[in-house]
């Protein structure tokens, strides 16, 4: 029991430390949407809403994974409110911890 409490406790000081740097993935999309999706801030985005989707899911946090993909798919799509809904969503996921 003890190697699973240490893993845990591990994965907790990752998530503690990779948070920032996932908010500030978000606030990639959230520019992307400010820019009516234009370029180059889309494609910044849609690079950041993959990695995103990978580390969260990385991380277990499945509910903010699929926020991120619903992130992903609406820049490919150019849908700018499905953009700020889902960054919302992805913004309140991250930071429910």
Do not use: C
């Amino acid at each position: 029991m003890q190697e699973a409490d240490e893993l845990q406790a591990a994965i907790a000081a990752m998530w503690t430390s990779a948070r920032p740097r996932l908010l500030r993935r978000v606030d990639a999309l959230e520019a992307a949407a400010a820019a009516d999706l234009r370029e180059p801030e889309r494609g910044e985005a849609l690079i950041q809403a993959h990695t995103l989707v990978g580390t969260l899911g990385t991380f277990g946090r499945a509910e903010a994974s699929d926020a991120a993909r619903l992130a992903e798919t609406a820049l490919e799509a150019r849908d700018a409110q499905s953009v700020r809904v889902a960054v919302e969503r992805l913004r309140a996921e991250i930071d429910a911890d």
